[in-house]
Protein backbone atom coordinates (compact mmCIF):
# COMPACT_ATOMS: atom_id res chain seq x y z
CA UNK A 1 0.00 0.00 0.00
CA UNK A 2 1.15 3.46 -0.56
CA UNK A 3 0.67 5.86 2.57
CA UNK A 4 0.96 9.72 2.67
CA UNK A 5 2.04 10.36 5.97
CA UNK A 6 0.18 13.97 7.43
CA UNK A 7 2.31 15.08 10.44
CA UNK A 8 0.77 17.75 12.61
CA UNK A 9 -0.07 18.20 16.18
CA UNK A 10 -3.97 19.01 15.06
CA UNK A 11 -4.86 20.86 17.94
CA UNK A 12 -7.60 20.96 16.67
CA UNK A 13 -8.09 19.04 13.50
CA UNK A 14 -10.43 20.43 11.03
CA UNK A 15 -12.02 21.13 7.82
CA UNK A 16 -8.69 22.35 6.04
CA UNK A 17 -6.65 18.91 6.94
CA UNK A 18 -9.51 16.77 6.37
CA UNK A 19 -10.06 18.63 3.09
CA UNK A 20 -6.54 18.35 1.66
CA UNK A 21 -5.84 14.73 2.91
CA UNK A 22 -9.00 13.80 1.08
CA UNK A 23 -8.07 15.15 -1.36
CA UNK A 24 -5.18 13.21 -1.55
CA UNK A 25 -6.54 10.23 -1.13
CA UNK A 26 -9.21 10.65 -3.63
CA UNK A 27 -6.86 12.51 -6.50
CA UNK A 28 -2.96 10.88 -6.20
CA UNK A 29 -1.56 7.71 -6.21
CA UNK A 30 -1.72 7.38 -2.16
CA UNK A 31 -3.82 4.54 -0.96
CA UNK A 32 -4.17 6.12 2.66
CA UNK A 33 -3.22 8.81 4.41
CA UNK A 34 -2.38 8.61 7.96
CA UNK A 35 -2.89 11.72 10.00
CA UNK A 36 0.16 11.11 12.28
CA UNK A 37 -0.35 13.25 15.69
CA UNK A 38 2.74 14.92 17.03
CA UNK A 39 3.23 14.46 21.09
CA UNK A 40 3.64 17.13 23.16
CA UNK A 41 7.31 17.57 23.50
CA UNK A 42 8.19 17.05 27.58
CA UNK A 43 10.73 19.79 27.01
CA UNK A 44 8.34 22.65 25.38
CA UNK A 45 5.27 22.99 27.47
CA UNK A 46 3.05 24.83 25.33
CA UNK A 47 -0.30 26.02 27.50
CA UNK A 48 -2.96 25.90 24.47
CA UNK A 49 -1.50 22.34 23.58
CA UNK A 50 -3.97 19.51 24.53
CA UNK A 51 -2.60 16.26 26.20
CA UNK A 52 -1.85 13.66 22.95
CA UNK A 53 -4.65 11.15 23.64
CA UNK A 54 -6.98 13.59 23.51
CA UNK A 55 -5.85 15.45 19.85
CA UNK A 56 -5.67 11.92 18.99
CA UNK A 57 -9.40 11.68 19.65
CA UNK A 58 -10.24 14.34 18.00
CA UNK A 59 -8.63 12.70 14.46
CA UNK A 60 -10.05 9.45 15.38
CA UNK A 61 -13.49 11.11 15.53
CA UNK A 62 -13.01 13.65 12.20
CA UNK A 63 -11.44 10.25 10.54
CA UNK A 64 -14.07 7.63 11.54
CA UNK A 65 -16.33 8.30 8.43
CA UNK A 66 -13.03 8.32 5.94
CA UNK A 67 -12.30 5.00 4.66
CA UNK A 68 -8.99 5.94 3.47
CA UNK A 69 -7.79 8.98 5.80
CA UNK A 70 -6.23 6.84 9.32
CA UNK A 71 -5.39 8.44 12.81
CA UNK A 72 -1.97 7.35 13.93
CA UNK A 73 -0.14 7.33 17.05
CA UNK A 74 3.21 6.24 15.78
CA UNK A 75 5.26 8.75 17.42
CA UNK A 76 3.71 8.22 20.91
CA UNK A 77 6.65 6.15 22.33
CA UNK A 78 9.33 7.20 19.93
CA UNK A 79 12.06 8.85 21.81
CA UNK A 80 11.76 12.57 22.18
CA UNK A 81 11.86 15.04 20.43
CA UNK A 82 10.88 13.60 17.26
CA UNK A 83 12.85 13.79 14.28
CA UNK A 84 11.12 12.85 11.00
CA UNK A 85 13.86 10.92 9.95
CA UNK A 86 13.72 8.66 12.67
CA UNK A 87 9.99 8.26 12.52
CA UNK A 88 10.24 7.07 8.91
CA UNK A 89 12.80 4.72 9.69
CA UNK A 90 10.54 3.29 12.74
CA UNK A 91 7.28 3.31 10.39
CA UNK A 92 9.09 1.46 7.57
CA UNK A 93 10.69 -0.99 9.86
CA UNK A 94 7.20 -1.45 11.65
CA UNK A 95 5.29 -1.86 8.18
CA UNK A 96 7.96 -3.17 5.70
CA UNK A 97 5.56 -4.08 2.68
CA UNK A 98 3.93 -0.81 2.50
CA UNK A 99 5.47 2.78 0.84
CA UNK A 100 5.36 5.80 2.74
CA UNK A 101 5.41 9.38 1.43
CA UNK A 102 5.35 12.28 3.19
CA UNK A 103 2.58 15.39 2.93
CA UNK A 104 3.28 19.02 4.22
CA UNK A 105 2.27 22.65 3.26
CA UNK A 106 4.60 24.43 0.64
CA UNK A 107 5.66 26.50 3.61
CA UNK A 108 7.31 23.50 5.23
CA UNK A 109 9.19 23.18 2.00
CA UNK A 110 11.17 26.57 2.24
CA UNK A 111 12.89 25.22 5.02
CA UNK A 112 12.81 21.66 4.54
CA UNK A 113 16.41 22.21 4.26
CA UNK A 114 16.73 22.55 7.89
CA UNK A 115 15.34 19.31 8.64
CA UNK A 116 17.06 16.83 10.23
CA UNK A 117 18.97 15.07 7.59
CA UNK A 118 16.42 16.30 5.18
CA UNK A 119 18.82 14.91 2.26
CA UNK A 120 18.04 10.97 3.31
CA UNK A 121 14.50 11.32 3.46
CA UNK A 122 14.84 13.06 0.18
CA UNK A 123 16.31 10.23 -1.25
CA UNK A 124 13.92 7.32 0.13
CA UNK A 125 10.68 8.97 0.11
CA UNK A 126 8.66 11.48 -1.61
CA UNK A 127 7.52 14.58 -1.06
CA UNK A 128 3.50 15.60 -1.66
CA UNK A 129 3.14 19.58 -1.50
CA UNK A 130 0.31 21.06 -1.26
CA UNK A 131 -0.13 24.80 -1.73
CA UNK A 132 -0.47 27.90 0.57
CA UNK A 133 -0.51 30.98 0.38
CA UNK A 134 2.38 32.77 1.90
CA UNK A 135 4.43 36.12 2.52
CA UNK A 136 7.73 34.37 2.08
CA UNK A 137 8.75 35.03 -1.59
CA UNK A 138 11.87 32.66 -1.36
CA UNK A 139 11.57 30.08 -3.28
CA UNK A 140 12.02 26.54 -2.62
CA UNK A 141 15.14 25.25 -4.07
CA UNK A 142 13.75 21.69 -3.66
CA UNK A 143 10.81 22.60 -5.91
CA UNK A 144 12.37 21.04 -9.20
CA UNK A 145 13.81 17.78 -7.19
CA UNK A 146 12.23 14.52 -9.01
CA UNK A 147 10.89 13.49 -5.42
CA UNK A 148 8.65 16.13 -4.48
CA UNK A 149 5.37 15.89 -5.95
CA UNK A 150 3.41 19.44 -6.15
CA UNK A 151 -0.46 19.00 -5.66
CA UNK A 152 -2.86 20.74 -6.72
CA UNK A 153 -4.77 20.90 -3.72
CA UNK A 154 -7.62 23.33 -2.62
CA UNK A 155 -5.81 26.23 -0.76
CA UNK A 156 -7.06 26.01 2.99
CA UNK A 157 -5.74 29.20 4.70
CA UNK A 158 -7.78 28.19 8.01
CA UNK A 159 -5.38 27.39 10.85
CA UNK A 160 -5.57 25.59 14.53
CA UNK A 161 -4.41 28.77 16.08
CA UNK A 162 -7.39 31.02 14.68
CA UNK A 163 -9.89 27.98 15.80
CA UNK A 164 -8.52 28.05 19.27
CA UNK A 165 -8.49 31.72 19.66
CA UNK A 166 -12.10 32.15 17.99
CA UNK A 167 -13.25 29.34 20.95
CA UNK A 168 -11.74 31.62 23.21
CA UNK A 169 -13.18 34.13 22.38
CA UNK A 170 -16.73 32.91 22.24
CA UNK A 171 -16.90 32.82 18.54
CA UNK A 172 -19.22 30.39 16.67
CA UNK A 173 -16.77 28.29 14.42
CA UNK A 174 -18.64 24.51 14.16
CA UNK A 175 -18.46 24.85 10.26
CA UNK A 176 -14.74 24.80 10.32
CA UNK A 177 -14.39 21.59 12.26
CA UNK A 178 -15.98 17.83 11.87
CA UNK A 179 -19.46 18.23 14.24
CA UNK A 180 -17.58 15.23 16.11
CA UNK A 181 -14.99 17.29 16.92
CA UNK A 182 -16.88 20.16 17.58
CA UNK A 183 -18.95 18.36 20.02
CA UNK A 184 -15.76 16.92 21.78
CA UNK A 185 -14.11 20.28 21.93
CA UNK A 186 -17.41 21.66 23.35
CA UNK A 187 -18.05 18.90 25.77
CA UNK A 188 -14.53 18.61 27.37
CA UNK A 189 -14.38 22.52 27.46
CA UNK A 190 -11.22 22.93 25.53
CA UNK A 191 -9.48 25.83 24.25
CA UNK A 192 -12.07 28.04 25.92
CA UNK A 193 -9.80 29.46 28.30
Known amino acids: MNIGLYFGTFNPIHVGHLAIAN ?4 FSDLDQVWFVVT ?3 PFKQKQTLLDNYQRLQMVEL ?27 AHIQ ?12 GEDNLNSFHKWKN ?10 YVYPRISTNTKEAEL ?4 KVHF ?4 IMEISSTFIRNAIKNKKDIR ?12 EMNFYSK
Open 62 to 88: ATEDYDRLKPSNIEFNLPQPNYTVTTL
Open 93 to 104: EKYPNNTFSLIM
Open 151 to 154: VNAP
Open 143 to 146: KTHP
Open 118 to 127: YDVILENYKL
Open 175 to 186: PLLAPSVWRYID
Open 23 to 26: HLAQ
Open 39 to 41: PRS
